[in-house]
């Protein structure tokens, strides 16, 4: 039964794809925009988006917490039209549509070839962080979640490696070995912190416990290497801001959980920052 609702999805997703590529960048942002809207809430728990706004988000009300929704619906419209204008993105015909802020932090990583691991959320379209860093001339490899639609997985993986970061690490214990292949190799990481993880411990978000990665952590106890934050909101329908902070020193002896919770603790500032960037629909708290 899965695999049918895999299909569906899959050929709604493609046929999407081709009317974007018609329409052209900006008015297939809008329109998927509209679209998702729509659409999206049906394969989505209402409930629980909802209980994730209003017991992260305290003292706003069900208008806030609607509108916040709506807004976050339509950031998922947009996103996926962006898939179908990737290779634009990677070839800098759209550089007028994202402002990066923070270049120098960027230029000393490049110059002192020193890796780091850049984190982040999943925040509006995430996407393009790992793209950007890699085409500042970083050597990145971006640990990824598979889709759990096996179909669309293919097109994703593929699209991912083309455009978005070409060494791509698959989440798992292969991936952690990969990973620290490529670290040695001078490779930085780049890992969104903000997904369920099972292998994870629990720590402090949004003022509840959230099973987190320790990936960063372990990281930063095995080599000493410093943490980036990197951030990216849509700050109009079209365009984004991408903001690289100053790298985090821990110390080597720092705890998983000490360090865990610094960058939860960062992830929460972003969030309550501006809610409508955030993609609510994960079981995070779970």
Request: glycine share 4%.
């Given at each position: 039964?899965?695999?049918?609702?895999?299909?569906?999805?899959?050929?709604?997703?493609?046929?999407?794809?081709?009317?974007?590529?018609?329409?052209?960048y900006?008015?297939?942002?809008?329109?998927?925009s509209?679209?998702?809207?729509?659409?999206?809430?049906?394969f989505?728990?209402?409930?629980?988006?909802?209980?994730?706004?209003?017991?992260?988000?305290?003292?706003?009300?069900?208008?806030?917490?609607?509108?916040?929704?709506?807004?976050?619906?339509?950031?998922?419209?947009?996103?996926?039209?962006?898939?179908?204008?990737?290779?634009?993105?990677?070839?800098?015909?759209?550089?007028?549509?994202?402002?990066?802020?923070?270049?120098?932090?960027?230029?000393?990583?490049?110059?002192?070839?020193?890796?780091v691991?850049?984190?982040?959320?999943?925040?509006n379209?995430?996407?393009?962080?790992?793209?950007?860093?890699?085409?500042?001339?970083?050597?990145?490899?971006?640990?990824?979640?598979?889709?759990?639609?096996?179909?669309?997985?293919?097109?994703?993986?593929?699209?991912?490696?083309?455009?978005?970061?070409?060494?791509?690490?698959?989440?798992?214990?292969?991936?952690?070995?990969?990973?620290?292949?490529?670290?040695?190799k001078?490779?930085?990481?780049?890992?969104?912190?903000d997904?369920?993880?099972?292998?994870?411990?629990?720590?402090?978000?949004?003022?509840?416990?959230?099973?987190?990665?320790?990936?960063?952590?372990?990281?930063v106890?095995k080599?000493?290497?410093?943490?980036v934050?990197v951030?990216?909101?849509?700050t109009?329908?079209?365009?984004?801001?991408?903001?690289?902070?100053?790298p985090?020193?821990?110390?080597?002896?720092?705890?998983?959980?000490?360090?865990?919770?610094?960058?939860?603790?960062?992830?929460?500032?972003?969030?309550?920052?501006?809610?409508?960037?955030?993609?609510?629909?994960?079981?995070?708290w779970?």
């Amino acid at each position: 039964m899965k695999k049918i609702k895999y299909l569906i999805e899959f050929f709604f997703i493609i046929i999407l794809f081709l009317v974007f590529k018609l329409l052209g960048y900006r008015i297939a942002s809008n329109f998927s925009s509209f679209i998702v809207s729509i659409v999206g809430p049906i394969f989505r728990s209402k409930k629980m988006i909802r209980n994730n706004i209003q017991k992260s988000l305290t003292l706003i009300d069900d208008n806030e917490t609607s509108k916040i929704i709506n807004n976050m619906w339509s950031n998922y419209g947009r996103i996926l039209s962006d898939y179908i204008f990737i290779k634009n993105f990677r070839l800098g015909k759209l550089d007028q549509y994202i402002q990066i802020e923070g270049h120098e932090i960027l230029d000393k990583i490049k110059i002192e070839k020193k890796p780091v691991i850049f984190i982040s959320g999943h925040f509006n379209n995430f996407e393009l962080m790992a793209m950007q860093i890699e085409k500042y001339g970083i050597n990145t490899a971006a640990i990824y979640r598979p889709l759990n639609n096996i179909f669309l997985n293919k097109i994703m993986e593929s699209i991912r490696i083309k455009y978005i970061c070409k060494k791509q690490i698959k989440k798992g214990m292969t991936g952690i070995r990969q990973m620290i292949q490529f670290f040695k190799k001078n490779y930085s990481i780049a890992i969104m912190i903000d997904q369920r993880v099972s292998e994870g411990i629990n720590s402090n978000l949004c003022g509840r416990p959230a099973l987190t990665t320790t990936i960063p952590a372990q990281m930063v106890r095995k080599f000493g290497c410093d943490v980036v934050p990197v951030y990216i909101k849509r700050t109009n329908k079209l365009n984004y801001k991408m903001k690289v902070f100053k790298p985090i020193t821990f110390k080597k002896e720092d705890s998983l959980l000490n360090i865990t919770d610094h960058l939860n603790g960062w992830l929460e500032k972003m969030i309550k920052n501006d809610p409508n960037q955030w993609i609510w629909t994960h079981n995070r708290w779970k």
